[in-house]
Antibody, heavy 120, light 106 residues
Framework: QVQLQESGPGLVKPSQTLSLTCTVS??????????WSWIRQPAGKGLEWIGR???????NYNPSLKSRVTISVDTSKNQFSLKLSSVTAADTAVYYC????????????WGQGTLVTVSS | DIQMTQSPSSVSASVGDRVTITCRAS??????LAWYQQKPGKAPKLLIY???SLQSGVPSRFSGSGSGTHFTLTVSSLQPEDFATYYC?????????FGGGTKVEI
């Protein structure tokens, strides 16, 4: 079964770029079965889809973040990554990486989540 | 964007109760709806996909129904481990969106 683990800085300064990596085990980012996705959740609030990448390299982003987001995949390391530029305090949240099943579109595997705080 | 509206936002229930949560989409999404359970400090867990299909390993007391704009998640007999927050999510069109959540409390 697929296991996901987020990693990256827990503190980012305003206006800088948030960078997170999701390491995949028990599966391959080259698999056509999944979209590799990022979702975030501010403390005490709901879930917001950030975007996803497919093994082909095609991406889909939330329009509310599109101008600041880049999702990429590194097949040699079996990882995929998130970069969010020009961050503000509003980007403070728990960030999850997740797999979205290509066939049924459910987010079936999730990382444990990593808290990223934007503060000077 | 498709807005997903859940009701109620919270519900108080007892072990053994039947609980139903409703999710309405601002436009038709066919059956492209999933339900998740989230406990404090944990990642969401997929319960139901394509509106009514039970994810592997999820107890059969969970069921989903609906299509178009109106969907429901039912827990037939609430167990202690079911006290959590539940979210619906549409996968019909971008951006993928989630409901605001329903907290099931004792």
């Amino acid at each position: 079964q697929v296991q996901l683990q987020e990693s990256g800085p827990g503190l980012v300064k305003p206006s800088q770029t948030l960078s997170l990596t999701c390491t995949v085990s028990g599966g391959s980012v080259s698999s056509g079965r999944y979209y590799w996705s990022w979702i975030r959740q501010p403390a005490g609030k709901g879930l917001e889809w950030i975007g996803r990448i497919y093994t082909s390299g095609s991406t889909n982003y939330n329009p509310s973040l599109k101008s600041r987001v880049t999702i990429s995949v590194d097949t040699s390391k079996n990882q995929f990554s998130l970069k969010l530029s020009s961050v503000t305090a509003a980007d403070t949240a728990v960030y999850y990486c997740a797999t979205q099943d290509y066939a049924n579109s459910g987010f079936d595997y999730w990382g444990q989540g990593t808290l990223v705080t934007v503060s000077s | 964007d498709i807005q997903m509206t859940q009701s109620p936002s919270s519900v108080s229930a007892s072990v053994g109760d039947r609980v139903t949560i409703t999710c309405r989409a601002s436009q038709g999404i066919s059956s492209w709806l999933a339900w998740y359970q989230q406990k404090p400090g944990k990642a969401p867990k997929l319960l139901i996909y394509t509106a009514s299909s039970l994810q592997s390993g999820v107890p059969s007391r969970f069921s989903g129904s609906g299509s178009g704009t109106h969907f429901t998640l039912t827990v037939s007999s609430l167990q202690p481990e079911d006290f959590a927050t539940y979210y619906c999510q549409q996968a019909n069109s971008f951006p993928l969106t989630f409901g605001g959540g329903t907290k099931v409390e004792i």
